[in-house]
């Protein structure tokens, strides 16, 4: 079974509550940092979501990759639910040999 993301992370208020720690990096430069979920919802509000979020790298001034989402449960897993929609795709075109 793939787990489906932790009630926590739907926004940031849930995450704030929880104590949960989200972290950001990039996929080019690969650099990474924790967000501060309180100084973004001072900014964003708190019904903001970081899931399934995407935007140009802030972390390195010019880096031309993207920054995503990961949320700390464990290990850092991706704050995506596109990646269970993959793996159920997946599946299905294992089970019927495609
Ligand atoms: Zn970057």
Redesign the pocket.
């Known amino acids: 079974m793939v787990a489906m993301l932790p009630a926590w992370t739907a926004t940031l208020d849930t995450a704030i509550a929880a104590g949960g720690q989200i972290r950001v990096w ?6 990474n940092r924790d967000v501060d979920l309180v100084a973004l919802r001072d900014r964003v509000g708190g019904f903001y979501s970081l899931r399934n979020r995407r935007c140009r ?4 001034p010019g ?5 995503e989402f990961d949320y700390l449960n464990g290990v850092f897993r991706p704050l995506r639910e596109i990646e269970v929609v993959e793996w159920r795709l997946h599946r299905f075109r294992s089970a019927v040999g495609g």
């Open positions: 990039c996929s080019s430069c690969r650099q790298c802030r972390l390195t880096c031309p990759g993207w920054n």
